[in-house]
C-alpha cells in the first residue's frame, strides 16, 4: 500500500505565502519523479512543477521564479514553496509521485489535493 498525504494549504492573501507538504508513505521500494499539480473549478489540470530524483526541476511559466520545488529523499517528500501568491493560483493542488512498489513499473500515485485560495 502506497499513500501520498498533502498539507500545508489554506487561505492567503495576495501577496503571500504558503508551503505546501507532501509525504510518500506504504512499501516503497523508490521513488523517480515527484511533482505538484493544479486544477481550479472548470478548469483542467495543468503541471505546476515538477523535481527528479537528482533535483532537476520544471516550472509552469507563469509561477518562475515565484514558486519553488524541493524534495527530500530521505523522508519521501516533496515541497512546494509558494511566495507573492495571485488570486489566481487559486485551485485544488495535488501531489504527485512515480512510485516503485517492492516489484512492477513506477506508478504514479496522486495525494488527496489540498486546497489554496488567495483572496483578499
Known amino acids: 500500500q502506497v499513500q501520498l498525504v498533502e498539507s500545508g494549504g489554506g487561505l492567503v492573501q495576495p501577496g503571500g505565502s504558503l508551503r505546501l507538504s507532501c509525504a510518500a508513505s506504504?512499501?516503497?521500494?523508490?521513488?523517480?519523479?515527484m511533482g505538484w499539480y493544479r486544477q481550479a473549478p472548470g478548469k483542467e489540470r495543468d503541471l505546476v512543477a515538477t523535481i527528479t530524483s537528482d533535483g532537476r526541476t520544471n516550472y509552469l511559466d507563469s509561477v518562475k521564479g515565484r514558486f519553488t520545488i524541493s524534495r527530500d529523499n530521505a523522508k519521501n517528500a516533496v515541497y512546494l514553496q509558494m511566495n507573492s501568491l495571485k488570486p489566481e493560483d487559486t485551485a485544488v493542488y495535488f501531489c504527485?509521485?512515480?512510485?516503485?512498489?517492492?516489484?512492477?513499473?513506477?506508478?504514479?500515485?496522486w495525494g488527496q489535493g489540498t486546497q489554496v485560495t488567495v483572496s483578499s
Open positions: 506504504g512499501r516503497i521500494f523508490s521513488i523517480n519523479d
Open positions: 504527485k509521485a512515480k512510485i516503485r512498489r517492492d516489484y512492477g513499473d513506477y506508478v504514479p500515485y
